[in-house]
């Protein structure tokens, strides 16, 4: 388990010396899924997620200024990211189901923007569940994961260093709290709970006390980030030659015609809302929070508000198998292409 983290950060750490995009994230990808097929039995501790969600949340969260009023999410923006949302799955259901000639299930899972978890609980639902709607997910993940890294492209670097001289141990005391939240709230299913429990937290205390000065250590995000990437290049190891062949050209297509249904809807309501179209097409991007709001601090994009907009979107797909689970009991599911 330590092995792999090692090997991450060195992945992270390589990369990033070569002042790649988002280096800290792709290096730890890169490394492990070459490790990984090189045949090295690859695993991470359990609480890592946990970790990755904490820091991204708290540093969120000591960004956000305690006029809360100055992170606007007005009700015309819920009505863009919903109406993006049907957007991005119509137009992918109707591609997978009437080109590819998916099932309807298969094709309803498939087009889901994001929200992985979810996804995985209805897929595991079928009497038989589908490899290929975990595929097109991983190449939906891995192409924002690029999106993100070209956006960053263009951000100028900045001098690094691992503490800033401003943290204080009221970051403990936060953790702490973020922690102890966090449990409560993956208990009843909230979706990123520690992310949400973080970013709370820490503006809670940000606003009450001004004096604590509260400040995350860039070094803390590097690790975080590091992590990130070996999550996701875990999670990619496992992706065949056979399947990667046979299933590609639906994912990518799929991908597309969602990134394309976000672009628009992200220019549209940028001309309507006044707001930036890169922080609305980062807020709306079928991505998993994680890697959004990574891109999102780099970039200094306004990480609470499209966190917030994440947030929001994950919250409805995650209601999806409270919603759809019993109608997929085993046996339900009818014929379909194997997967």
Do not use: C
């Given at each position: 388990m330590i092995g792999a983290l090692v090997l991450s950060l060195c992945g992270s750490i390589l990369f990033s010396w070569l002042q790649l995009p988002l280096?800290?994230?792709?290096?730890?990808?890169?490394?492990?899924?070459?490790?990984?097929?090189?045949?090295?039995?690859?695993s991470l501790p359990a609480p890592t997620l946990t970790f990755v969600q904490l820091v991204?949340?708290?540093?969120?969260?000591?960004?956000?200024?305690?006029?809360?009023?100055?992170?606007?999410?007005?009700p015309l923006m819920l009505l863009g990211l919903v109406a993006c949302m049907i957007g991005q799955v119509t137009i992918s259901y109707l591609w997978l189901h009437k080109r590819e000639q998916w099932s309807k299930t298969d094709s309803l899972l498939g087009s889901v923007p994001g929200a992985?978890?979810?996804?995985?609980?209805?897929?595991?639902?079928?009497q038989k569940p589908s490899g290929k709607v975990v595929f097109t997910h991983t190449v939906r993940l891995i192409t924002l994961v690029i999106l993100s890294?070209?956006?960053?492209?263009?951000?100028?670097?900045?001098?690094f260093s691992f503490f800033t001289g401003q943290e204080s141990y009221w970051l403990?005391?936060?953790?702490?709290?973020?922690?102890?939240?966090?449990v409560l709230l993956e208990k009843i299913g909230t979706p990123a709970p520690y992310m949400v429990t973080g970013m709370l937290t820490a503006i809670a205390v940000g606003s009450m006390m001004p004096a604590a000065s509260l400040a995350i250590p860039p070094g803390l995000v590097f690790i975080a980030t590091s992590a990130l990437g070996a999550l996701i290049g875990i999670r990619l190891v496992d992706v065949s030659g056979g399947e990667f062949i046979t299933h590609m050209r639906s994912g990518v297509i799929a991908t597309a015609l969602s990134l394309g249904v976000t672009l628009?809807?992200?220019f549209v309501f940028s001309q309507v809302l006044a707001q930036s179209f890169v922080v609305l097409l980062m807020s709306w991007v079928p991505g998993s929070?994680?890697?959004?709001?990574?891109?999102?601090?780099?970039?200094?994009?306004?990480?609470?508000?499209?966190?917030?907009?994440?947030?929001?979107?994950?919250?409805i797909l995650h209601s999806l198998p409270l919603a759809v689970k019993p109608f997929l009991r085993p046996g339900r599911e009818v014929r379909r292409s194997e997967g």
């Open positions: 280096g800290a994230m792709f290096g730890a990808i890169v490394f492990l899924m070459v490790a990984g097929k090189a045949g090295l039995r690859l991204l949340g708290i540093g969120v969260g000591v960004m956000v200024p305690s006029d809360l009023s100055a992170v606007n999410f007005p992985m978890a979810a996804v995985l609980v209805l897929n595991e639902a079928q890294g070209v956006i960053a492209a263009d951000n100028q670097p900045v001098a403990l005391a936060v953790a702490a709290v973020a922690w102890g939240s966090g628009l809807f992200a929070i994680e890697a959004m709001t990574v891109a999102a601090i780099y970039l200094g994009l306004e990480p609470a508000l499209i966190m917030l907009n994440h947030i929001t979107r994950m919250v």
